[in-house]
């Protein structure tokens, strides 16, 4: 099964741009990679999805490497709303592992 | 329009007691999922029903959990006898036709069992 692996945690100051990595080494090449991120006592949130071409919504947007592989969500100016746990998955088995906790400091 | 429901928020009980959720999907939708959050963890699915098809109920612990969608609509998911273990968030979600990027999660179920 496809695994993803992210840093436990990041800090980013509010205003700035927040770039959230991935590694998705085993994904398979039709899997899409998906983000969610849970703020405290919520449930998850779905933000952004992609396969193989950059994505933007919204909400964020998402850099895939060539070889996918890797893949960085971007929030391009992160509040202090948008801390909360952010999860890259990839959805064969809807595993969403530990994720990154993001702070954004004021 | 209104979103996943779950009753109860909160649940304490003793070890070896049964114990119940329930959720109610978003009007319309057919996918419904179960997950379970252990504190510092993220969520893991126990069981995806497609309707009332149980497809995906491989992480299930099917010695002490049980679960069920009648209708196709409301479900839910029962525990007996509880374990200490299983203190964690139970958090139920909904998608149209299993598709992720409309799957929306309710607000959960905080279980302490004691």
């Known amino acids: 099964d496809a695994k993803t692996t992210q840093p436990t945690s990041m800090d980013c100051a509010e205003g700035r741009a927040a770039n959230l990595p991935c590694n998705h080494s085993?994904?398979?090449?039709?899997?899409?990679v998906y983000w969610y991120r849970q703020i405290h006592s919520q449930g998850p949130q779905y933000i952004i999805h992609?396969?193989?071409n950059n994505e933007t919504n919204e909400m964020a947007s998402l850099i895939i490497t060539e070889d996918r592989k890797s893949s960085t969500l971007i929030l391009p100016h992160a509040t202090l709303r948008d801390t909360a746990v952010y999860y890259c998955i990839a959805p064969n088995k809807l595993i969403f592992g530990t994720g990154t906790l993001l702070a954004v400091q004021p | 329009e209104a979103g996943v429901v779950q009753s109860p928020r909160y649940k304490i009980i003793e070890k070896k007691q049964p114990v119940a959720f329930w959720c109610n999907p978003i009007?319309?939708?057919?996918?419904l999922y179960w997950y379970r959050q252990n504190l510092g963890q993220g969520p893991e699915l126990l069981i995806r029903y497609e309707n009332e098809e149980a497809v995906d109920d491989s992480q299930l612990p099917k010695d002490r959990f049980s679960a069920e969608r009648l209708k196709g609509v409301d479900s839910t998911l029962k525990i007996q006898p509880a374990e200490l273990g299983d203190s964690a968030v139970y958090l139920c979600a909904s998608s149209l036709n299993g598709i992720l990027y409309e799957q929306y999660f309710g607000p959960g179920t905080r279980l302490t069992v004691t």
């Open positions: 085993t994904i398979s090449g039709n899997e899409y």
């Open positions: 992609g396969l193989k």
């Open positions: 009007s319309g939708h057919n996918t």
